[in-house]
């Protein structure tokens, strides 16, 4: 089985996508596998001067690294296209490689198609097709609208199989370790499903749960970006001010109201943690009666999030 993925982050193998690309791969036990960072490729824009169908069919006039992968694109059992989602599309350098794929088409109109297109000039039809992607967003829903219509013409409609995560960034997260080795757990049988016959509706339903519920994200990735909101969004928020928000934002409510006092006695800050019936606040300011103060080093509390050392540790 010759597997070729196509990664089309500009952040290459450290990209957040490919924490589920390696999964995938993993699980299907594929060795013959060979990955392709398109940033560190030298493929430029598409001419659209046709001239691979007219004047030197099969063959681009531009000499760069393009012929070299429409060469392993051909002989693929598997072409995997792995990208994290940019505005709404695929990442620019991995578009201009789509674009370029125009040298692998016959000029000539396609029979049988809805809305038009063009034959293959090589037979491909022992090829699969897979894409992998995450966002930033919640929810992959609706996120896609752009994407998978573009993979619908190439691949064909129905003819590949998608991988699509929201909440994408919290794979590189060391906290939040322990729920995403859980997702990556279920797209690891999602490849050895897929590699043994398909993968099962159970599975695509579990991949399709998004990792928090959104409230519980968007808290998390507004407090990321180390900035404050609102009417301070230009001032840099402190470090240990997000950390607190983040940790607050996994607490869901339970009907019992709590406030809990943080003290981190290394950097001699402190935050309460409103716990209500709708969710939490974090406040730095006009506290109220805490019902629990727990006073810690700062450092240790992020050790402990890291799985660096176990919070029952004696």
């Known amino acids: 089985m010759e597997v070729l993925i196509l990664n089309g982050s500009p952040k290459g193998d450290k990209s957040n996508t490919m924490y589920l690309t390696r999964a995938f791969l993993n699980g299907a036990g594929w060795d013959d596998v060979e990955v392709i960072d398109v940033i560190k490729t030298n493929v430029k824009g598409c001419l659209g001067c046709f001239s691979c169908w007219n004047k030197t069919p099969g063959k681009c006039v531009i000499n760069d690294g393009m012929a070299e992968i429409l060469a392993k694109m051909i002989t693929a059992d598997v072409i995997i296209w792995s990208f994290p989602l940019y505005y709404f599309g695929v990442p620019g350098r991995l578009k201009n490689l789509i674009d ?10 396609a029979e049988g198609t809805e809305s038009g297109g063009h034959p293959m000039r090589y037979d491909v039809t022992h090829q699969k ?5 995450t966002c930033g967003f919640w929810t992959s829903k609706g996120n896609y609208d752009a994407v998978i219509p573009m993979f619908d ?3 064909g409609k129905d003819k590949y199989t998608a991988v699509l995560c929201g909440q994408g960034e919290l ?7 322990g729920r995403t080795d859980a997702y990556l757990e279920t797209v690891r049988r999602a490849g050895a499903e897929y590699a043994a016959g398909g993968i099962r509706a159970g599975t695509q339903a579990k ?6 519920p959104r409230d519980v994200f968007e808290k998390m990735a507004d407090a990321s970006w180390g900035i404050a909101k609102g009417e301070n969004a230009d001032v840099p928020a402190d470090e240990s001010h997000n950390f607190t928000t983040q940790m607050a934002a996994l607490y869901r409510p339970d009907g019992v109201e709590r406030v809990l006092e943080f003290h981190y006695t290394d950097i001699d800050k402190t935050y309460q943690i409103l716990l209500t019936k709708q969710g939490s606040e974090v406040i730095t300011e006009n506290f109220k009666p805490y019902t629990t103060r727990i006073e810690t080093p700062y450092s240790l509390w992020r050790s402990i999030s890291r799985n660096e050392i176990s919070s029952n540790r004696n």
């Open 129 to 133: 097709h897979l894409v992998i992607s």
């Open 171 to 177: 794979f590189s997260v060391p906290e939040l370790k």
């Open 100 to 109: 370029r794929q125009l040298p692998l088409s016959l000029p000539f109109m």
């Open 207 to 212: 991949l399709a749960e998004p990792l928090y």
């Open 153 to 155: 013409h190439f691949c």
